[in-house]
């Protein structure tokens, strides 16, 4: 009897012993940690990627106030010229103002004046028939349109120096853009001027033109005639690309 509990405690403590090996296995294999990490592309709680901008606004107003706004498509702003811009005789010049300069938060660029076009939606004046650069027999330029001559000075200074004979004459200005001395109205400029980057609140330094219109002395010979009581309205574009 007492060899028989013998052998039943000695199965039982072997079972039990068996019992603890595989309850130790299985803790062992089963029993594992998990744990991720996660990335993403942003910062404060916002995308953290994204695009850079560029975009250019302008101010004709003469007297440089704070009046910049975008004028993207073909009439675009309207310069003001100095007085009798309606009125010119033979010799006669007018001048006009307008700033460029990036927004802010916008990269940096180069701007080229393109030569002038017909201005859309303009309604002409009674009496005063309206030439564009494609009126006329075989499509050649009005008279008042091809007799018509522009120039254009540029500055960099923090305020616009006054756009008109004086300033030109003065040298307040710099240099006529190449190209644009004394050139016809459909001509582009040689070269092009740089517009600096902005900051993210700031916008970009100006960069300034003066535009000269000029009816040359000369016109009146043989022309004369033609050339009285007509109206033209160019339109120029300043193209601008990005270069940072």
């Keep these: 009897m007492s060899r028989r509990i013998n052998r039943r405690t000695r199965k039982i403590a072997a079972l039990t012993g068996g019992l603890l090996v595989v309850g130790i296995g299985a803790t062992y294999t089963l029993a594992s940690w998990n744990d991720s990490e996660w990335v993403w592309g942003g910062a404060s709680g916002g995308p953290g990627i994204g695009t850079s901008g560029f975009e250019v606004e302008q101010n ?60 859309s939606g303009v309604t002409p004046i009674a009496g005063k028939p309206l030439d564009g650069p494609t009126t006329g027999a075989g499509g050649t330029p009005g008279p008042l349109w091809a007799a018509a001559r522009v120039s254009v000075y540029t500055s960099t200074a923090s305020t616009a120096p006054s756009c008109d004979s004086t300033s030109v004459e003065d040298e307040d200005w710099g240099p006529a853009v190449a190209g644009l001395s004394n050139a016809a109205l459909g001509t582009a400029a040689g070269t092009a001027q740089a517009l600096a980057a902005a900051t993210p609140t700031v916008a970009g330094a100006p960069q300034h033109y003066c535009f000269v219109i000029t009816l040359p002395s000369g016109a009146q010979t043989g022309t004369g005639g033609e050339l009285m009581n007509r109206t033209i309205a160019p339109a120029w574009e300043f193209r601008a690309v990005s270069t940072s």
């Design 60 to 119: 004709t107003v003469a007297s440089g106030a704070a009046v910049w706004v975008d004028e993207e498509s073909n009439p675009g702003g309207a310069l003001t010229f100095t007085p009798g811009a309606l009125a010119l005789s033979p010799g006669d010049s007018v001048y006009a103002p307008v700033s460029l300069r990036t927004k802010g938060g916008s990269l940096g660029g180069d701007v080229t004046l393109q030569g002038a076009v017909a201005a």
